[in-house]
């Protein structure tokens, strides 16, 4: 299927354990991001990826690692997940240098740690 | 620290009312804004954006304004409908290039039937 795709929808993991939330863009687009939604914050950046192999830290890195080997692919991995991942996480794509034509947003996963 | 603020969690209008949503930043380097519109249990949807040259663009029932003096942008839908319910976030980058952008806090828009 064309556009980007998030896996999985849903996850439920304990604390302590390592999770990896997956993200597939179909485009080729140089730029792709994960940013969290929490109530009460909106979308905070992660990290962001301008190309295969260049990554880097956004506005809350911590606890959380990216690698980018394909330009496709662009897994977000919590190393020992804590209560306070508890969030939606949403991966987004851009083929733009620029911002102008915004991003492309997959549908989420919804992360619960407990 | 929120360099992109909107105050207002939530707003209901009347159908066939203008609804105006209201962002703040504090960030004097920002010079590109942007709209994203979110249905529940989807990801945010580009809907308009505004360079920093400007202060006002339009798109059919939906305009954005902005007032760099003021840090203050604001997205104007006339007339609003039913569909147009969902969490509005407004959003800005720095320089051009600067692909990162910055989100507020959303604000959940009603349309009363």
């Known amino acids: 299927d064309a556009g980007i795709t998030q896996s999985p929808r849903y996850k439920i993991t304990e604390t302590g354990r390592q999770v990896t939330l997956m993200c597939h863009q179909t485009?080729?687009?140089?730029?792709m991001f994960w940013y969290r939604q929490d109530l009460g914050h909106g979308l905070r950046l992660i990290y962001y990826s301008a190309a295969a192999d260049i990554t880097d830290k956004g506005e809350v890195p911590d606890g959380y690692v990216v690698s980018r080997s394909k330009t496709e692919n662009f897994p977000l991995t919590l190393e020992s997940a804590t209560r306070s991942q508890t969030s939606v996480y949403f991966c987004?794509?851009?083929?733009?240098?620029?911002?102008?034509?915004?991003?492309?947003f997959g549908s989420g996963t919804r992360l619960t740690v407990v | 620290d929120q360099q992109v603020k909107q105050n207002s969690p939530s707003l209901s209008v009347q159908e066939g009312r203008i609804s105006i949503l209201n962002c703040d930043y504090t960030n004097s380097m920002f010079d590109y804004f942007l709209w994203y519109k979110k249905y529940p249990a989807e990801g945010p949807t580009f809907l308009i954006s505004i360079s920093s040259i400007k202060d006002k663009n339009e798109d059919g029932r939906f305009t954005v304004f902005l007032n760099k003096s003021a840090k203050h942008l604001s997205l104007h839908i006339v007339p609003s409908q039913p569909g147009d319910s969902a969490v509005y976030f407004c959003a800005a980058s720095g320089t051009q290039g600067a692909q990162k952008l910055v989100f507020g806090q959303g604000t959940r828009l009603t349309i009363n039937p």
């Open positions: 485009w080729s687009h140089s730029y």
């Open positions: 987004a794509s851009s083929g733009s240098r620029t911002t102008n034509y915004g991003y492309t």
